[in-house]
Every structure is written in C-alpha cells, then in structure tokens.
C-alpha cells in the first residue's frame, strides 16, 4: 500500500490544522492507521492512530484532547484533526498503516507542520 499525506503548513499558536493520509493500492481494512512526528534534533514519536475495522483510537498524552484522528472508508482516507496548536507540535508529521500500529508496515511521505507562537 502507498501513503500520501498532506496537508502540513504553517499555523499559528492556537490555531487548526487537518492532515490527510490516502492509500493506494489496497484499502486500509484490517490495518492500524496512524500518525507519528519528529521534531528537528528528535527521534520519531506516536501521535495518534485509529483500528481502521473497529474505529478505536489512541493518543498520545501530549494531543489528547487537542488532536482527533477519523477515518473515511469511501475515501479510504485518514484524517488527524489538530486543535489548540502548539510550538511544541512543529514536525514532520508521517502516517503508517500495518496489522501493528506501534511498528508499522508501510510509512508515507513526511509533511511539515509549523507552529509559530
């Protein structure tokens, strides 16, 4: 399966975002889909991902609250809805979907998230 993601920019401190994370190839049916996001000088870190049979959903502590991850199954598309932005959320913001969210099969493409306060 490929992943596109989109959706990135600059916001200000307080401000929304929404990222997109489409698949081609497959659906996302018996996948965990998910987000995850490296800060400059940082390792990667799980932000949010969503079972994409059942429609559970997991957080980090860091977005939980702030950050609402959905699906659309006609448009095998995930969205990560990004609320009361922070500098801290600046990152390259990666999806990844596999039978195992915590170590994904397949990983998309990086799109820049800017946070200026």
């Known amino acids: 399966v490929q992943l596109q993601a989109s959706g990135g920019g600059l916001v200000q401190a307080g401000g929304s975002l929404r990222l997109s994370c489409a698949a081609s190839?497959?659906?996302?049916?018996?996948?965990?889909v998910g987000w995850f996001r490296q800060a400059p000088g940082k390792e990667r870190k799980f932000v949010a991902a969503i079972n994409w049979n059942s429609g559970s959903t997991y957080y980090a502590d860091s977005v939980e609250g702030r950050f609402t991850i959905s699906r659309d199954n006609a448009k095998n598309t995930v969205y990560l809805q990004m609320n009361s932005m922070k500098p801290e959320d600046t990152a390259v913001y990666y999806c990844?979907?596999?039978?195992?969210?915590?170590?994904?099969?397949?990983w998309g493409q990086g799109t820049l998230v800017t946070v200026s306060s």
């Open positions: 990844a979907a596999g039978g195992r969210i915590m170590a994904p099969d397949h």
């Open positions: 190839g497959r659906t996302f049916s018996n996948y965990a």
